[in-house]
């Protein structure tokens, strides 16, 4: 089992930036693909950004790589979403997700270890 760790999270103006980090209570995950997913209120879980193994293959969900970034630090082992230019609908919980192997890193079905969530919040 990999507990995962978020944090960062937080009220911010729109327009404003955040950088959340996750990292594993235990293990090394630098072969894990990690991902971050959100979910707003009354709205589904929705795709953020994934990076690969050993910080390979980054990818990102619709309209997210223009503002967010994901990066991770394997030194460290930390994963990172920087998230630029903030709006009021980027207001969600945000999930880190670990997988030891996926081809879908987009689909949150194929992760095998969550986080518990950090809140973000962007005021208008």
């Known amino acids: 089992q990999v507990q995962l760790i978020e944090s960062g999270g937080g009220l911010v103006q729109a327009g404003g930036s955040l950088r959340l980090s996750c990292a594993p209570a235990?293990?090394?995950?630098?072969?894990?693909?990690l991902g971050w997913f959100r979910q707003a209120p009354g709205k589904e879980r929705e795709f953020v950004a994934s990076?690969?193994?050993?910080?390979?293959?980054?990818l990102y969900g619709d309209s997210m790589e223009a503002r967010f970034t994901i990066s991770r630090d394997n030194v460290k082992n930390t994963v990172y979403l920087q998230m630029n230019s903030l709006k009021v609908e980027d207001t969600a919980v945000y999930y880190c997700a670990a997988a030891t192997q996926t081809t879908t890193p987009s689909r949150d079905t194929t992760y095998d270890y969550w986080g518990q969530g950090t809140q973000v919040t962007v005021s208008s």
């Open positions: 235990e293990r090394s995950f630098s072969r894990y693909v």
């Open positions: 990076t690969g193994a050993y910080g390979m293959h980054s």
